[in-house]
């Protein structure tokens, strides 16, 4: 007898070789063929490194974090002597990593900002000097820069006999720069807290004149009240706290300069020649997103009488960072990454630091792992802020 046919309406069960030639189980598949690959290679390669440490005791782990680091660290911005442990000399790391980062990423975006614009500008010695300066440190490589600036600021300045005095306290040496800082105190405390109300004021202060404006077309003085509130409050604080004006002023004493505060020329070096080079590439940034604008709104502010510096802070310049934002991010998470080449010129890094560690401990594969970890922390840390800042910058249909 004759099998049956299946009836019209009858589902047939799926062979394997179906499910092999179904597009979307493929796709399933293959991934989970992938991600089993790279758990393997994985595990062969920690299994591997854990093997040969053992064979060579070689102890492995974190716990070397508390031993005593024994080495003492230029620049520091935490109470840090010899007798602290390896993880205060990471954290010390850490935090002159990000102070030349973020001070390199504000400078940089202020002149890149400027130079940006002075490439389009119609002077033409303007727009000629921009464009020198752009072309000249965008194609010279960073490391370079960073070495040319740290042999010229020795160079540029005397020895502190000689110390160059161009404002009262303040001297500039082949040791670095001195200034005069205020002696710890807490009023300072104080100001620090009113400094953080009075930018909580000023933001809420902002939606409700933002709202206002919307609503009746009359603008609010922000600006003028922002300033106001700030200062006011701050200095409130400061009379508060005893208004104290004692100051550590830098002099000489013996062969060196002693009080005030040094900054290094390593760390000049640094955030001379990381600004320098970034600011070229934001420049660039800048100056294509203007071009990104339509004319029609160079032309729609001139039709309502508006001055070009004035179209251009508030018409062109909102407008082309919605194109630049993007870029932007990218050059600021390559500025934190090249903050890793300061090392080169003897700037107390968190890669100066874990150097050092890794040499006196051992735990190479622990150092390496902990500023890899930083570092990609801190670029997750800006990319996030920056997307945040994009999505609020971006074009909400009504």
């Known amino acids: 007898m004759s099998k049956p046919q299946n009836a019209p309406g009858d589902v047939r069960s799926k062979s394997l070789v179906d499910y092999l030639n179904d597009e979307n189980v493929r796709a399933v598949l293959y991934q989970i063929i992938a991600i089993g690959l790279v758990i393997l290679a994985g595990w062969y390669l920690v299994s591997n490194t854990l093997h040969n440490l053992e064979k060579q005791n070689i102890s492995t ?25 390896y993880a205060s000399a990471l954290i010390v790391g850490l935090l002159n990593t990000v102070k030349v980062s973020v001070l390199g990423i504000v400078l940089c975006t202020i002149i890149g ?23 000249t440190f965008r194609n010279i490589p960073v490391l370079l820069q960073l070495f040319f600036w740290y042999a010229l600021i020795p160079a540029a300045f005397p020895h502190p006999r000689d110390a160059l005095e161009p404002l009262p306290g303040v001297l500039l040496t082949s040791r670095g720069m001195y200034l005069p800082v205020p002696l710890a105190d807490n009023a300072y405390t104080l100001m620090g807290i009113a400094a953080i109300i009075a930018f909580v004021a000023i ?11 919307d609503a ?21 604080a400061y009379l508060i706290g005893g208004a104290p004006t004692e ?39 800048v100056r294509s997103g203007i071009q990104a604008v339509s004319s029609g709104q160079w032309e729609a502010a ?45 700037y ?27 570092y990609l922390g801190l ?15 971006a074009l909400v249909e009504r």
């Not at 300069?257 to 590439?281: D, H, R, W």
Request: glycine share 6%.
């Open 61 to 85: 782990g974190y716990g070397f974090l508390d031993l005593e680091a024994s080495f003492e660290i230029s620049e520091t911005m935490i109470d840090y002597s010899a007798k602290s442990d």
């Open 113 to 135: 900002i400027i130079f940006g614009i002075a490439r389009l500008s119609s002077n033409w010695i303007v727009r000629k000097l921009a464009t020198v300066y752009v072309e």
């Open 203 to 213: 933001y809420f202060i902002k939606k409700w004149a933002t709202k206002r404006q």
């Open 216 to 236: 009746t077309g009359q603008p609010f003085p922000m600006l003028l009240t922002g300033i106001g509130i700030f200062v006011g409050l701050v200095f409130l």
């Open 247 to 285: 100051f550590s002023t830098p002099a000489l004493k013996g062969f060196n300069i002693q009080g005030g505060y040094n900054i290094s020329p390593e760390f000049m070096a640094v955030l001379i020649g990381l600004t320098v080079y970034t600011s070229t590439y934001v420049a660039e940034v």
């Open 302 to 346: 001139d039709s309502l009488g508006i001055k070009r510096s004035v179209a251009l802070r508030k018409v062109i310049l909102p407008q082309s960072m919605r194109v630049a934002i993007p870029p932007l991010t990218n050059q600021y998470l390559n500025l934190t990454k090249n903050s890793s080449l300061a090392v080169a010129v003897g």
């Open 348 to 374: 107390p890094d968190l890669v100066s630091v874990s150097n050092t560690t890794m040499n006196q401990t051992g735990q190479a594969i622990e150092a390496i792992s902990i500023f890899m970890s930083v």
């Open 379 to 393: 670029s997750l840390l800006t990319s996030l802020f920056m997307n945040w800042f994009n999505n609020k910058m």
